[in-house]
C-alpha cells in the first residue's frame, strides 16, 4: 500500500510541472493570430491537457484516501436546490 501511495505520489510531482506549462502554451497559442484549424488544434490541445491535469488530481486524492492524509466524515443533510 506504502509503494502504491508512493508512486502515485511520485507520479503527480513528475507530471504536474509539463502539464501547467501545456496549460500555458495552449494558452499563449489560442491568444495568436490563428486559422479555424489552428485555433481547433490549440484548444483541443488545451481540453486534453485539463482532463490530463483532472486525472493527476484524481490520483492524488485516491493515494491521500489510501494512506489516510484525507478522511470522509459522511452527514445527513439537506441538499440545497438551485434555482434560476
Do not use: M
Request: charged share 25%; aromatic share 2%.
Amino acid at each position: 500500500e506504502k509503494q502504491i501511495s508512493a508512486l502515485i505520489s511520485d507520479v503527480s510531482h513528475q507530471t504536474r510541472t509539463p502539464v501547467a506549462n501545456l496549460q500555458l502554451y495552449a494558452g499563449l497559442l489560442e491568444e495568436q493570430p490563428l486559422t479555424p484549424q489552428g485555433r481547433d488544434c490549440a484548444r483541443a490541445v488545451r481540453l486534453q491537457a485539463e482532463k490530463l491535469q483532472n486525472l493527476v488530481e484524481a490520483l492524488v486524492k485516491s493515494s491521500r484516501l489510501e494512506t489516510g492524509l484525507l478522511a470522509l466524515h459522511p452527514r445527513a443533510g439537506k441538499i440545497p436546490i438551485a434555482r434560476y
